[in-house]
């Protein structure tokens, strides 16, 4: 094949103050549908942690890493960088591969099972895009299941034992297993409606239905909000105003630095409370879409009006900038047993974006600089969700917020189905001693639920 246009193939790397851990894999980035300021971000997080990333394709790169293309769109990208075919020797692979081995500290191997584990969770992407959980769910759950898998998946066969893969999936699997690719996962992945719904959700405070009927009247991405002036609320104002910000990963090291300010807050505000860091960073992970915090205190009762104080004490010291606070209305008595069927728990809590200032380093000059203004702002906006929990309620609270959400859901529909119990981030009632079970940790209540303790990093699936 002849490309139009051959570019300058450059063999130099770029990998400015920071020692090479593994020297041979050797990883470039496409900016394709990704972006420069995600790329920039992307790029520092893996040479922080030793990799090997060069600004410009050559032939001694191992890994391509890229984000909602399609394997042929990265074939020929590659191919026009080149002049040539490339060798099969390189691997073609979507982020998914890239934050995996992030999260274990190294390359992990490359198998079939990121592209499977991708498509299948574009299918479930879509599936709560058309505000079907059920599907999603079922989605989800098969991605995570092929997650799991110690082997490479070649064959049919070796998925004929495995637990939760559906009908549908397994017809997607077999596609990719025989032709490399699925059509529906690829059709979907391009249609104009995939698009515009993870354009616009994308945005804080808008949900699927909202964004659903933008899409109906025509509206298909944060611009086109802009352009016609939409009503939004106060949330999506903010959503749209630190869009790029809102939508870069948050790593572990500013998830800290945050949780130095959050305990700053609490301790002034009331001496003695503790202070929790939740979500997927208490399960170990590298990086999240935002920062979440449980607060209690020891004496009952002293937890009651915190979350205004905290606010005001972030707020004075110009550290918000957006709020939305909503009081505690969880009543054991008035509520019963039965949870909620969207599982949503009831705990005072506060929806906000912080301001962090940017360490002097991330700003100075360094190798990778984008054009961005947000770039190079010496701040970025950070969603964190504040939590408040009376302490009698603290253990469920902390096994509610410590996720994963697929975890949570197997663990409450364990214990309704198998125990005839229902847990929720509030209490634990058991249905066959017509009572609530008290307990003082997340041990406990795995010891209650006839399950041997889990902890957080194992729960991630
Ligand atoms: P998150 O949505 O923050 O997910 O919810 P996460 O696992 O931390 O992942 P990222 O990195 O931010 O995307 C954290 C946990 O808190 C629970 C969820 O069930 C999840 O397990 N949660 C969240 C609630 O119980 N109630 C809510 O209203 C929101
Ligand atoms: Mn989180």
């Known amino acids: 094949m002849i490309p139009l246009k051959r570019r300058k193939v450059s063999q130099t790397v770029n990998q400015p103050n920071q020692t090479c851990k593994f020297p041979h894999v050797s990883i470039f980035i496409l900016e394709r549908k990704m972006g420069s300021t995600r790329r920039a971000f992307l790029t520092r997080l893996g040479r922080s942690k030793g990799f090997l990333i060069t600004d410009t394709y050559s032939s001694s790169i191992t890994h391509v890493v890229s984000e909602n293309n399609t394997g042929d769109d990265v074939q020929t990208w590659i191919d026009n960088q080149t002049g040539q075919e490339s060798s099969s020797s390189v691997h073609l692979l979507g982020i998914i591969w890239f934050t995996e081995s992030m999260e274990a500290g190294q390359p992990v191997p490359v198998e079939d099972r990121h592209i499977l584990k991708e498509a299948l969770e574009l299918l479930a992407e879509n599936a709560e895009y058309s505000d079907n959980e059920g599907r999603s769910v079922a989605f989800r ?28 999936s397994q017809r997607v699997i077999k596609e990719i297993l025989e032709d490399g690719t699925s059509s529906e996962v690829e059709s979907t992945r391009h249609s104009e409606q995939f698009q515009a719904m993870k354009a616009l959700t994308g945005i804080f405070g808008v949900g699927v239905k909202t964004a659903d009927r933008w899409f109906r009247e025509g509206l298909r991405s944060p611009s086109d909000l802009i352009c016609t002036g939409q009503q939004l609320n106060r949330a999506q104002q903010a959503g749209l105003q630190f869009y790029d910000d809102l939508n870069k990963h948050v790593t572990k090291a500013e998830a800290d630095m945050i949780s130095e300010i959050v305990k700053e807050a609490v301790s002034a505000v009331l001496p003695g409370a503790e202070i929790q860091l939740m979500g997927g960073f208490r399960r170990g992970k590298e990086v999240g879409h935002d920062v979440d915090f449980l607060i209690t205190h020891p004496e009952e009762g002293r937890e009651e009006g915190l979350m ?66 947000s770039e190079a ?14 302490y009698s309620q603290f253990a469920f609270a902390t096994l509610g917020w410590t996720g994963s959400k697929l975890f949570e859901r197997e663990l409450r529909r364990w214990a309704g189905q198998e125990k005839r119990m229902s847990l929720s981030s509030h209490a634990l009632y058991d249905s066959n001693q017509r009572c609530y079970v008290r307990v003082q940790s997340e041990e406990e209540i795995f010891a209650y639920l006839g399950l041997e303790f889990i902890p957080p990093c194992e729960r991630n699936a």
């Open 141 to 168: 759950r098969a991605a995570s299941v092929l997650k799991a898998l110690p082997y490479r998946v070649q064959t049919m066969d070796q998925l004929k034992c495995l637990p939760c893969l559906g009908e549908h």
């Open 308 to 373: 205004p104080k905290i606010i005001n004490w972030l707020e004075g010291r110009n550290l918000l900038l957006y709020q939305k606070w909503t009081r505690n209305s969880y009543l054991e008595k008035l509520d019963g047993p039965a949870r909620p069927a969207n599982n949503m728990d009831r705990f005072e809590r506060c929806f906000s974006i912080f301001k962090l200032d940017r360490p002097a380093e991330a700003t100075g000059s360094e190798g990778v600089r984008s054009s961005d203004q």
């Open 377 to 390: 702002s010496s701040w970025r906006a950070v969603r964190v969700d504040l939590v408040v929990s009376p």
